[in-house]
């Protein structure tokens, strides 16, 4: 990203470099967490079917929780609340990048 918007050629070239370092911070984080989630999120769903299990004997292994789901509910159900997950995702990944990257404090 910073090879391309700082090409002689980009429409950002003239921004100053606090305001490129936000900007690719913030993308590049938000994008990030997306990803993370989008990888993560059958696993998180299976462990809350876990946590929330009201028979103390039920299986405890997520592989075997996430199968029963998928094989009940799909793909979809392995899923399930990737849209809030996604919502919150992108802004809180994108302000930690953005916090913990070497812009100055204001």
């Not at 059958?42 to 103390?56: G, L, N």
């Not at 399930?80 to 990048?97: E, K, S, V």
Request: charged content about 10%; some cysteine.
């Amino acid at each position: 990203m910073y090879m391309q918007v700082n090409s002689t050629s980009s429409v950002y070239s003239h921004l100053p470099n606090i305001l490129i370092d936000a900007g690719i911070g913030t993308t590049t984080g938000g994008l990030g967490g997306v990803a993370y989630w989008s990888v993560v999120l059958p696993f998180d769903v299976a462990k809350t079917v876990i946590q929330t299990a009201p028979d103390s004997t039920s299986s405890r292994n997520p592989f075997r929780i996430l199968s029963s789901i998928y094989r009940m509910k799909g793909i979809k159900g392995c899923y399930t609340g990737i849209g809030p997950t996604l919502a919150r995702a992108f802004p809180a990944n994108a302000a930690a990048l953005l916090h913990g990257s070497s812009l100055p404090n204001f």
